[in-house]
């Protein structure tokens, strides 16, 4: 059971009368704000972060060309930049486990190791 302010129930009534009928009922209406906020969310995030990364790995690019020694071959230049961009194969492993462990079906199991 939600308890809910005044405010909060004659909004989530309007929002139920914008609804198609038959009017979802007050408990499936607030199932269903939460888990449209959910969704939201998950989105938000992802397309943030994508966006904050691509342009990262632009920025990234660019510094890296003018630190290139120009007398380098194309080859070797793409190399070790691709070297530079995707980081140590060391790195790459934590950040995959760290994901890894952020997944919802693992912050149990994470949360039991903390415990104990």
Do not use: C
């Not at 998950?42 to 972060?49: D, E, I, L, T, V």
């Not at 190399?79 to 961009?85: A, D, I, N, S, T």
Request: glycine share 2%; proline share 6%; hydrophobic share 40%.
């Amino acid at each position: 059971m939600v308890r809910m302010h005044q405010p909060q129930l004659e909004a989530l009534d309007a929002w139920i009368a914008q609804q198609e009928t038959p009017f979802p009922s007050r408990p499936e209406a607030v199932r269903r704000l939460v888990e449209l906020a959910l969704a939201n969310s998950k989105k938000q995030r992802a397309r943030y972060s994508e966006k904050i990364a691509a342009k990262a790995m632009e920025l990234a690019a660019r510094a890296i060309d003018g630190l290139m020694d120009p007398s380098a071959s194309a080859d070797e230049k793409a190399v070790g930049k691709r070297r530079l961009l995707k980081g140590p194969s060391v790195f790459r492993d934590v950040q995959r486990r760290s994901e890894e462990m952020s997944r919802p079906q693992n912050i149990r199991r994470k949360a039991s190791r903390s415990i104990s």
